[in-house]
């Protein structure tokens, strides 16, 4: 399938920000913020994110309802890109020698408002860019050429860190700016070429009325079944995929232990899992026009439910590389397909909208599946059974997931 010129600025978008979640969220900003002598342990990043993360998913479809008006998606997500971008670059300029770690702080979550606010209408542009028939494929190539591409940047990084010095902050500091960089050149194809053809024409009070069509949508959102029954899936099985990815280390280490797993050994997992995760989210975009999205995901989340199963067993890093590689195979795809599923089940016209919500489920998603590896592990006194309090979501999202139509319609 070629990609028309839409597409492919569509999907350099996601070649651009993964390189900020890559980069910045996982591995750049906890190590910077760790040497700060006044600063108790980078884990407190994870207070702030979800601060970030609860603010975009409360105003998404409030800013998703405003901007179906014409021409006002664009404006919404160039404003929250180049937020995104400029406090990433912004980043490089707090040193630990300053001790302004608040600062810091305030910057990452301004990067990451930005980094989520512009998501909700990328996502939302996959129906300006491309046909239902076609939607599986191209949000399969975001995810795919996203997850390889934020290599690049990353291993720049990462090879001028080792240059300078793993201990020296001036190189992780280079590394907010090239990821800054990398994120705006692959943003601007986008923004030349992608138009929003599905709109609702302006009207007086756009505000008001705004909130009126989201309070009745959200009245009524049990009127359109498919779409409600999907959310209530996705919120599920998206819980399960969102702990996996936050969890599966904190699991290996309380498993294996500190020693066994240091610095490289967690690069190298992570690696791997976005290697991996490239050719496996094509292939999936490809066996979904064969087989369907519906059925795809479906395997995707039965394979997750055997990598929970088989997480019980590890018992040294080499386990835990066939692990992240297991993950790694269905990652992309059920996320990528997900996305294009859900697409084509809501009215165009009204996509930010409803990618609002969408996205309200994906930032609270990881609150139930964390609480309970942890309430199990606390109850049993051993980490190693806390994977199974994972897999209900897995098997919670399928039920609900096998309930809907094979060819679901817009309603």
């Known amino acids: 399938m070629k990609l028309t010129k839409e597409e492919r600025s569509w999907i350099m978008y996601d070649c651009g920000n993964s390189a900020y979640s890559m980069a910045v969220t996982t591995a750049l900003l906890p190590v910077i913020f760790g040497m700060f002598d006044n600063v108790n342990s980078s884990m407190d990043l994870g207070y702030f994110n979800s601060i970030a993360s609860i603010l975009v998913a409360l105003l998404s479809p409030i800013l998703g309802s405003i901007a179906d008006y014409k021409d006002n998606k664009k404006r919404f997500f ?62 399969t190539s975001g995810f795919a050429f996203g997850y390889i591409s934020s290599v690049i940047p990353f291993g720049i990084s990462l090879g001028i860190i080792y240059i300078l010095g793993m201990d020296k902050a001036l190189g992780y500091q280079i590394g907010f700016i090239i990821t800054a960089l990398w994120w705006g050149l692959l943003t601007l194809p986008l923004v030349r070429h992608v138009k929003q053809i599905h709109f609702i024409e302006p009207e007086p009070a756009p505000v008001v009325n705004s909130f009126k069509r989201l309070w009745n949508t959200f009245k009524n959102i049990r009127q359109y079944k498919t779409i409600f029954v999907f959310l209530l899936a996705y919120f599920l099985y998206i819980d399960g995929v969102d702990t996996i990815i936050k969890m599966v280390v904190p699991y290996a280490t309380g498993i294996l232990g500190n020693n066994s797993l240091d610095t490289f050994t967690l690069l190298g997992i992570l690696l791997v899992i976005q290697i991996i995760a490239f050719p496996c989210a094509i292939l999936y975009g490809n066996l979904a026009k064969k087989f369907s999205a519906r059925t795809m995901i479906i395997v995707g989340i039965a394979t997750y439910i055997i990598a929970c199963v088989a997480a019980y067993f590890i ?16 990652q992309g795809g059920i996320q990528a397909l997900s996305r294009s599923y859900y697409a084509k089940i809501i009215p165009k ?46 098997i919670g999202g399928l039920l609900v997931f096998l309930t809907l139509p094979k060819a679901p319609k817009v309603p």
Do not use: C
């Not at 301004?110 to 939607?135: C, E, K, W």
């Open 315 to 330: 018992s040294n890093v080499g386990h835990i590389f066939i692990l992240g590689a297991l993950i790694g195979s269905a």
């Open 349 to 394: 016209e009204n996509s930010n909208e409803f990618f609002g919500f969408y996205n309200i489920f994906g930032k609270f998603a990881a609150i139930i599946g964390p609480f309970m590896m942890a309430l199990t592990t606390t109850i049993t006194g051993n980490p190693r059974y806390s994977i199974f309090a994972v897999v209900p979501l897995f």
């Open 78 to 139: 160039v404003f929250f890109a180049f937020l995104g971008i400029l406090f990433t670059a912004s980043l490089a300029f707090i040193s630990p020698k300053s001790g302004l770690w608040q600062l810091l702080v305030i910057f990452y979550v301004l990067s990451a408002i930005g980094f989520a606010g512009a998501n909700i209408f990328y996502d939302s542009f996959l129906v300006d860019v491309t046909t239902d028939n076609r939607m599986d494929k191209v949000s």
